[in-house]
């Protein structure tokens, strides 16, 4: 069985936090972008062959998008409305027994405060659908699985 690709969406400018006047605006590259050290990571890995950058937002991505998604990794901004946003654009592109994936969920939910948005999405939005199992949350990564289509 062949590898799939993996399409990576990303607009490469940082969460709010990240842009200038934000709190961690000393961590963003010169360049404002981290499209050229994400591009250099993935030559670096030996991985530019599986891997598809699509430098968008994820709006502009899903208005494209048409294709079945067996894992849907979601690290957006921390904002609860950005994650719920994708989660809910996203979610009907994933097959029943499919997994997503969301960055920085804290398990003790409210703390530290940077984490509050993606914990919010999976334990209020996520896990209230009961059309996905139980989070399971190791080291900030929440994992769930599709068990059934949400109606619209």
Do not use: C
């Amino acid at each position: 069985m062949g590898r799939e690709r993996v399409y990576a969406i990303d607009t490469h400018l940082g969460s709010p936090e990240h842009r200038p006047g934000g709190e961690f605006a000393s961590h963003m590259p010169p360049e404002g972008t981290t499209e050229l050290v994400f591009r250099r990571n993935i030559e670096q890995t030996d991985v530019a062959d599986w891997i598809l950058p699509l430098i968008m937002s994820s709006d502009d991505a899903v208005k494209i998008w048409h294709n079945p998604i067996r894992l849907l990794f979601i690290d957006a901004d921390h904002s609860y409305e950005a994650i719920r946003n994708d989660f809910i654009k996203w979610q009907q592109h994933v097959i029943p027994g499919g997994l997503i994936a969301l960055h920085d969920v804290d398990r003790l939910y409210g703390s530290p405060k940077i984490l509050d948005g993606p914990t919010k999405v999976v334990y209020e939005d996520i896990a209230q659908t009961h059309s996905y199992s139980a989070p399971l949350v190791v080291n900030h990564l929440a994992f769930v699985t599709k068990i059934r289509s949400i109606k619209a």
